[in-house]
């Protein structure tokens, strides 16, 4: 399993995005490998206002359809923060924030990957690399 930050999402969906080809052929890479995708409602939202202010309304709608369409195939789960993580992800937060700049949402999805031992973000963010997982593509 691979954690889909807000990063990849925009540059598959963002067709001026200068990640684009590059997140459009990991992503079918990675499934046609088989493998699953996780992401978690903290990304979704942080996707949508993004897609929001750079595709606009229309576009953000069409990524939320192509999305559920995503999720009704099996090919992408969500993880909905709890109390428990967004508590851990506070932890995070204060403690690595003094020299770095990740975002809450980074810090929730932290979290969630030491939670269900995962160690590769598809993203291209580079809060991941400071965090310790490998960031692909």
Same mark, same amino acid.
């Not at 995708?37 to 979704?44: H, I």
């Given at each position: 399993?691979?954690?889909? $930050? ?6 598959? #969906?963002? +067709? %001026? $995005? ?6 459009? %052929? ?31 309304? %229309? ?8 999305? &559920? ?16 993580? &967004?508590? &851990?992800? #506070? ?18 999805? %932290?979290?969630?990957? &030491? ?13 991941? $690399?400071?965090?310790?997982?490998? +960031?692909?593509?």
């Amino acid at each position: 399993m691979i954690f889909v $930050d807000t990063s990849a999402w925009i540059a598959m #969906w963002n +067709r %001026k $995005d200068e990640n684009h080809q590059t997140a459009l %052929k990991f992503k079918d890479k990675i499934t046609s490998s088989g493998r699953s995708l996780l992401t978690s409602n903290y990304v979704l939202d942080e996707t949508y206002t993004l897609l929001l202010l750079n595709v606009g309304y %229309k576009g953000t709608i069409e990524f939320r359809h192509h999305f &559920e369409e995503l999720r009704d195939l099996a090919a992408v789960a969500v993880y909905f923060v709890s109390e428990e993580v &967004e508590a &851990e992800a #506070w932890e995070i937060f204060e403690r690595f924030n003094l020299d770095k700049q990740w975002s809450f949402t980074d810090c929730t999805s %932290k979290a969630i990957m &030491e939670r269900e031992g995962l160690t590769e973000a598809f993203a291209f963010d580079r809060h991941f $690399d400071q965090m310790g997982f490998v +960031r692909s593509p």
